[in-house]
């Protein structure tokens, strides 16, 4: 029993993500408000990047590191576009309920 | 070259019909009909130009022995060129055509004179020109034609006009009835004409000298420096092939003989194509004159005659052309005893006159049918254009019942319709008595070579001779009812009754003039008369086809003309007796009652033909289109693909909303349950199975062998990320272990064995606990098998 918790596999690697990826999709199920929603986005990229980098150790491959940086760089973009509208949106409309943002259906 | 102006006499009319039917509904009348009939003037001229220029030039060199020098040709463009076919867009004008286009162009100008007072007061009198332009373009493209689809050009362009005119007032239902009338039988007849074109084609293209890319060509060019003969002219062996060629079981020349006589009888209202014509009197009275008299119609007997070198090949079809035509002429002649309708007695008189041209040019009287043509053209265009004169004088009405009288109140109509009527009747010294007794003749002493029923030719003479018996008889009841006794006509009618303007009377008595005189173009054969119709004719229809046609001298020519004349005035005592003061009172008991009255109502209501159409062919072809409407049309068409596709259309779009609805979690959600989905979808599950195969190239003995007896097994434990990191591990008989998903394991022999198989983990499942599966493999022996080679 101890043994899981001094020895660290890639296993624990890889649960670790797999939590980390749930918690993401539940978040941007589940909560409301868009800043949340984006949080929960940031996590589950970050979730795919440990996946990434635990293969690329496993495999001794390093296609996965340049992955994980192009992933960060993206979700660096994503972040900043993504509060740049919400921020936008909140000064129209005095709040950033998702719920309540649905005129793009139109 | 003088030949080059052909193309003008076709194309003067059509630039008159072009100019009349763009510009002039917007200008004045007068425009209209200076152009209308400046054109057809002008054409006229050209023709009579040619005519008596070039056209007479050749004709006299032909005569003193210059070979085949007979036809003006004037080569436009190539038409079409696909493989070996090549049609050109050619003219030809012949001593045959040039006689047509005289016809056609002088003919067409005076009722296009006596167009501009008939039509005065119409609403349409641009169009009306524009159509009469266009048809008399088109008659004289079928006319000049060079080969038969050119000549199918103009058959169409007639018969489009003819229907365009029949129902030009087509406010009236009936009218417009009566033109697609016309135009769907026609199309009949149409059909046959192509398939016997087609059937030409095929037969023919292939033959050197007379087929190669001109097969369908009435002339061709027989030598280098470009003079141009008729198809059968060339060499005596060009002949053969239209003699022998055959298609199926039929020789070509009698089958598309047929074809092309079946298309002659839809144009040229033959039985049993007819039944348009009487309806066609719908038209303006002048069209009557003109596409249902005296040109349009004749356009079958100018194709066979045109086409005379195939019909002289195949007795058959000849005998067919000639028997429909007597029995046409006698049918139609006892239809016309019982109308009532001026224009109706006129039309069964023109397919009865009809009959008796087909009845010419089947028994290879090429001249005489041709005769006939003009001076037809002439009276029967006369008599219309009387009748047109009549109507309007009667108010608009052509019923004969309510006439009488008129001798007095139109004198130029009067004296003009009597000489028409004296005419057809075939009295001596008129046009009719001529031509008619000419055809008489030739009927008589028709025999062909290789033809076994004697008496065919005196069977239609006999047939010819009663139907001219009764065409006196109908044209002078028609005469007296109209001319003759008191007036019938009610007292508002005989207060408007009026002769007709100078527009009108001057082409009648122009038309009564050349029926005078007509005559002298076809003398008989008695002395040294000379038969100018006959030799002028002569380079232009097939020389073989004259032997058919009888040919009889001295006394049997007499007694003919004679027997003739004698018919022709008892059918007139006949009229006259019966009619001379309005219907008498022979006929009114004769028809009252008993077989006379039975007789009497078959035949006015024409031998019920239309009603026996009707209930064979036009019932049925009702009930299919009605069937097909209801199902293919309203059901099929409009409900399945247009409304449906509505529906369709509207439920996706109903669920697309649904789901679009602007909660972007609720996409999220479906992403993710998308995933889910596929992820389970894509798994299938643990199956824990093993296959074996044995390689059976390695000795395998029923006796212990080391290395021998190979087998391979591959574990199945399922598919997809569920079953991922499985283990399976191998256990044998012998206590062997082996792990893998496929090993390879040696048995010393070939037997029986138990293999267990053991699946441990994957992503979904419990690692700790095993599964198991055994199963007994049996490996054969390979002993004696090829590349078994054990010992």
């Excluded at chain 2, 119409?122 to 034609?145: E, H, Q, S």
């Excluded at chain 2, 169409?156 to 135009?183: P, Q, T």
């Excluded at chain 2, 057809?424 to 002493?445: N, R, T, V, Y």
């Amino acid at each position: 029993m101890s043994n899981v918790f001094f020895n660290i596999t890639y296993g624990h690697f890889l649960v670790l993500a797999a939590v980390m990826f749930c918690i993401g999709v539940i978040g941007v199920l589940l909560r409301r408000n868009a800043l949340i929603v984006l949080m929960s986005i940031e996590l589950q990229l970050n979730a795919a990047n440990i996946t990434v980098l635990t293969f690329a150790r496993m495999h001794n491959d390093m296609h996965g590191h340049a992955l994980a940086f192009i992933v960060i760089a993206v979700a660096a973009a994503e972040a900043a576009v993504g509060l740049a509208i919400v921020v936008a949106v909140f000064r129209s409309r005095h709040h950033a309920d998702i719920d309540r943002l649905t005129s793009l259906k139109h | 070259m003088k030949s080059d102006l052909i193309y003008l006499i076709p194309m003067l009319p059509l630039l008159g019909a072009a100019f009349n039917l763009i510009l002039g509904p917007k200008l004045s009348r007068r425009v209209v009909h200076f152009v209308a009939v400046g054109s057809v003037a002008a054409a006229f001229f050209v023709a009579l130009y040619l005519f008596v220029g070039p056209l007479w030039d050749q004709y006299q060199a032909h005569k003193h022995g210059k070979a085949h020098t007979a036809a003006l040709y004037q080569h436009v463009y190539t038409w079409i060129e696909v493989g070996s076919l090549k049609l050109d867009l050619a003219f030809a004008l012949d001593t045959l055509s040039g006689v047509m286009i005289m016809v056609v162009t002088f003919v067409g100008m005076l009722i296009h004179i006596y167009s501009t007072g008939y039509m005065a007061h119409d609403k349409r009198y641009a169009a009306y020109f524009g159509y009469l332009n266009l048809f008399t373009g088109a008659m004289l493209i079928l006319v000049l034609a060079n080969n038969l689809p050119v000549m199918f050009i103009g058959w169409e362009g007639v018969g489009l006009c003819s229907y365009l005119l029949i129902g030009f007032w087509f406010e009236k239902e009936e009218f417009a009835y009566a033109g697609r009338k016309a135009f769907i039988i026609n199309r009949v007849g149409d059909f046959a004409f192509l398939l016997g074109m087609f059937l030409i084609w095929m037969s023919m293209s292939g033959v050197e000298g007379i087929g190669g890319a001109h097969a369908l060509d009435f002339y061709k060019a027989a030598t280098e420096n470009g003079t141009w003969t008729l198809s059968h002219g060339i060499t005596d062996s060009h002949l053969q092939p239209w003699l022998w060629n055959t298609v199926g079981d039929g020789r070509m020349a009698l089958i598309g003989g047929i074809l092309l006589f079946i298309g002659a009888t839809g144009k040229s209202a033959q039985i049993p194509l007819y039944i348009w014509l009487p309806d066609a009197m719908a038209g303006p009275t002048p069209v009557s004159a003109l596409i249902h008299a005296a040109t349009m119609v004749t356009a079958g007997v100018y194709m066979v005659a045109r086409m005379s070198f195939m019909y002289a090949n195949s007795t058959g079809a000849m005998a067919v052309v000639a028997g429909v035509g007597a029995i046409t002429a006698l049918f139609a002649a006892i239809m016309a005893f019982a109308q009532t309708d001026l224009k109706k007695v006129l039309a069964y008189s023109t397919i009865s006159q009809l009959g008796f041209m087909f009845t010419a040019v089947g028994v290879g009287a090429y001249s005489a049918g041709i005769f006939h043509l003009v001076t037809h053209a002439f009276f029967k265009a006369g008599l219309f254009l009387a009748a047109g004169s009549i109507i309007h004088a009667m108010s608009g009405s052509g019923d004969i019942t309510k006439m009488g009288g008129l001798r007095a109140k139109l004198p130029r109509t009067h004296i003009s319709f009597l000489i028409y009527c004296v005419a057809i009747s075939g009295i001596f010294p008129l046009s009719g008595f001529f031509s008619k007794d000419e055809i008489l003749a030739g009927a008589f002493g028709a025999h062909a070579q290789d033809w076994s029923w004697g008496l065919y030719g005196e069977f239609l003479w006999l047939v010819l001779t009663l139907a001219a018996l009764g065409t006196a008889f109908y044209m002078f009841r028609l005469y007296f009812l109209v001319f003759g006794g008191e007036c019938r006509a009610d007292d508002e009618t005989k207060a408007h009754i009026h002769e007709s303007p100078a527009s009108m009377t001057v082409p009648l008595l122009i038309l009564a003039g050349f029926t005078c005189v007509l005559g002298g173009l076809g003398l008989p054969h008695i002395g040294g008369l000379p038969n100018l119709m006959h030799s002028w004719l002569e380079p232009s229809v097939s020389a073989t086809a004259s032997a058919w046609a009888g040919h009889p001298h001295g006394v049997t020519l007499y007694a003919l003309m004679g027997s003739a004349l004698v018919f022709g005035l008892a059918g007139i005592g006949l009229a006259y007796a019966l009619y001379s003061k309005g219907p008498s009172e022979a006929v009114a008991r004769w028809t009252s009652g008993g077989i006379g009255a039975k007789v009497h109502k078959v035949v006015y209501n024409k031998f019920y033909v239309d009603e026996f159409y009707e209930l064979v062919i036009l019932r049925p072809f009702r009930w299919i289109a009605r069937s097909t409407w209801e199902f293919v049309d309203k059901f099929v068409i409009d409900t399945v693909f247009v409304t449906g596709t509505a529906v369709v259309v509207d439920v996706a779009g109903r669920i697309a909303r649904w789901v679009q609805n602007g909660q972007v979690q609720r996409y999220m959600v479906g992403i993710v349950v998308g995933a889910a989905l596929i992820f389970g979808f894509s798994s299938r599950g643990p199956a824990d199975k093993f296959g074996y195969t044995q390689d059976m190239s390695v000795a395998c003995g029923a006796t212990p062998a080391p290395g021998a007896c190979m087998v391979t097994l591959r574990a199945d434990v399922g598919a997809g990320p569920s079953v991922q990191g499985a283990h399976v591990v191998w256990r044998f008989s012998d206590k062997l272990v082996m792990r893998g998903f496929e090993v390879k394991k040696t048995f010393s022999k070939a037997g029986k064995y138990k293999v267990v198989m053991e699946v441990q983990g994957g992503a979904l499942q419990d690692a700790k606990k095993t599964r198991s599966y055994s199963r007994t493999i049996e490996l054969k022996t390979t002993m004696g098998k090829a590349g078994g080679g054990a010992k």
